[in-house]
């Protein structure tokens, strides 16, 4: 069966700095991954996706950025956080099976001080 | 650009009853996918249904059914027979049929269920 990691579950960092979350799925080859963050208390906004190594489209301009160095891999990172990167930031996987079904990792909540 | 928006912010509903959370949405493209996610306390984003637009019969999963109105672009979700482990946030979503399965999601709706 398929599974999808997070890591880390949470983490507090301090403006300025940099990030780097992971997301990794077992069981499956060449998924479409996507990465989505949620503010607190509403939906969730699709940030950048990716449908094969190296390949990687951004929904929304911001400080972030992501890359795909392995087919099950899926990195968000930032040289520079800002406050407003705070949230929680979901990532995703779909196998462009039926209506490209989208299953989701447990999340990261990222609070920025 | 679509578009989806849920005007429910929060709904209760007492065990064992009936409750409906409402979505329109908006799209240009004829083959759409629309979905209902539950996200528990735990955060876990949980799919409960989906729904072809193609397809004129609704969607049932045991208690979750769906009503769609394609001509209104109305898609809400009924609930039957409400358990407590149904207090959560749940967010439609919509997928257009060239995007590669990227979603557009309302702003969600928390539902509580009372004992």
């Known amino acids: 069966s398929q599974t999808i990691h997070q890591w880390p579950a949470t983490l507090v960092q301090p403006v300025g700095s940099p990030l780097s979350l992971e997301c990794t799925v077992e069981?499956?080859?060449?998924?479409?991954l996507y990465w989505y963050r949620q503010a607190a208390g509403r939906g969730l906004q699709l940030l950048f996706y990716?449908?094969?190594?190296?390949?990687i489209s951004s929904e929304v301009p911001q400080n972030l950025s992501a890359s795909r160095p392995q087919d099950r891999q899926f990195i968000l990172s930032s040289k520079k956080l800002l406050l407003s990167d705070s949230g929680f930031y979901l990532c995703?996987?779909?196998?462009?099976?039926?209506?490209?079904?989208?299953?989701f990792g447990p999340g990261t909540r990222l609070t920025v001080t | 650009a679509q578009t989806v928006t849920q005007s429910q912010p929060e709904m209760s509903v007492q065990e064992a009853e009936t409750v409906t959370l409402s979505c329109t949405y908006d799209?240009?493209?004829?083959?759409?996918?629309l979905f209902w996610y539950k996200q528990p306390p735990s955060r876990q984003m949980i799919l409960v249904i989906r729904?072809?637009?193609?397809?004129?019969q609704n969607a049932t999963e045991n208690r979750f059914s769906v009503n769609f109105q394609k001509a209104a672009k109305s898609f809400s979700l009924k609930i039957s027979d409400s358990q407590l482990g149904d207090t959560a946030m749940y967010f439609c979503?919509?997928?257009?049929?060239?995007?590669?399965?990227?979603?557009?999601f309302g702003q969600g709706t928390i539902l509580t269920v009372h004992p």
């Open positions: 995703a996987w779909s196998d462009g099976g039926y209506a490209y079904e989208q299953y």
């Open positions: 069981g499956t080859s060449n998924p479409n």
């Open positions: 990716s449908v094969g190594i190296g390949q």
């Open positions: 799209t240009s493209e004829n083959n759409y996918y």
């Open positions: 729904q072809e637009a193609y397809k004129q």
């Open positions: 979503a919509l997928q257009g049929g060239t995007s590669y399965g990227k979603l557009t």
